[in-house]
């Protein structure tokens, strides 16, 4: 496996949609197996594919709840409640900013053999969910940051 370049703010592949993922190949798995090890490297709970410069529908995500996620073409078919918090993101290292998400969300998505499969998270899962999702078609957390970006330092949180 690999450790992988994170791209950071301002670099103009944030800012594309990914492309969806029609089959499993040797090379998707190992980016996916990439994703994974780059994410703990950098202490995240999240990743998506353009954060390493891939535009292909794939997210990682552990939230330590004993299960890692691999969604692919993921989509949110149900939220609702709410939450507001400090939010950070690998890729704006050091700074985090006030985001409000849903409290508790489902999504459907393929795992890492295509087949098909519906995740339902609340709390930090949510938020980690939507997070990564976003960051398929270009949008970035600092887009809905309410109170503007501070140094992390001061929460320490990180995507």
């Known amino acids: 496996m690999a450790i992988?370049?994170?791209?950071?703010?301002?670099?103009?592949?944030?800012?594309k949609e990914c492309k969806v993922v029609d089959k499993m190949t040797p090379r998707l798995q190992t980016l996916i197996e990439d994703m994974f090890d780059t994410m703990y490297d950098a202490n995240g709970v999240g990743l998506a594919a353009p954060q390493v410069g891939i535009l292909?529908?794939?997210?990682?995500?552990?939230?330590?709840?004993?299960?890692?996620?691999?969604?692919?073409?993921?989509?949110?078919?149900?939220?609702?409640?709410?939450?507001?918090g400090d939010e950070g993101c690998l890729s704006l290292p050091g700074k985090v900013g006030t985001v409000t998400r849903p409290n508790h969300v489902v999504a459907?998505?393929?795992?890492?053999n295509m087949m098909p499969i519906t995740v339902e998270g609340e709390g930090l899962l949510a938020r980690a969910i939507c997070h990564e999702l976003e960051h398929l078609d270009?949008?970035?957390y600092k887009d809905?940051?309410?109170?503007?970006?501070r140094n992390a330092e001061d929460s320490g949180e990180q995507e």
């Open 138 to 140: 270009g949008v970035l």
């Open 4 to 15: 992988r370049k994170i791209r950071l703010d301002g670099d103009p592949i944030l800012r």
């Open 144 to 149: 809905h940051v309410t109170d503007g970006l």
């Open 108 to 112: 459907k998505a393929f795992d890492e």
């Open 56 to 84: 292909r529908r794939i997210v990682v995500i552990d939230v330590q709840d004993e299960h890692q996620y691999v969604l692919i073409n993921p989509e949110i078919v149900e939220q609702d409640g709410e939450q507001t």
